[in-house]
């Protein structure tokens, strides 16, 4: 009996110590972390994965000219001037320019046409042309561009030009552009 208030003692020592008598074990586990990546763009600051739709290429606006006007010229821009393109490096991107809305309805030296607002068998014609303002692109025409990785600004100007009998008001066009990765 001894022996057992001698345990019984040491037992009740240790717990006044703070030392606790009850054994306890630490439990580890995991936590899985996975991402998937694909091969994606980023077009005018916004970032596009593969197959993305309705992707802002930019804008062009002639300005306010009046209804004799001969031509007017501007440039397209993104977030600043020109497209800017950053894709995955590996990926060669092809800048595609394609038909816009009134091409049908395009004269003169123009290949595209913006439609007027209101009455719409107004049409003012103008030409997409690259860096050099001289070079018309036409519906198919592309811009291969680096695969590297890098950020890249093409520049894509253009001209409008006047015709006799427009009427005044705003005149616009939408362009379809496929970036083909």
Known sequence: MTEIRRIISAVMGLSLLGVSSVAHADIAGTIDATITLESGCIINGTNAADGAG???????DFGTQTTLFSEASAQVTGTGAGITVQCTAGVTPN???????????????????????????????????LADDVTVINNGDSILLSNDGSEQTITVNGRAYGATGLIAGSYTDTVTVLLEL
Do not use: P, R
């Not at 309705?54 to 062009?60: E, L, P, R, T």
């Open 54 to 60: 309705s992707v802002d290429f930019g804008a062009i």
């Open 95 to 129: 800048l595609v320019f394609q038909t816009g809305l009134h091409d049908a309805n395009a004269a003169g030296s123009g290949n595209k046409a913006m439609q007027h607002g209101t009455t719409t068998t107004q049409y003012v014609s103008y030409n997409l042309l």
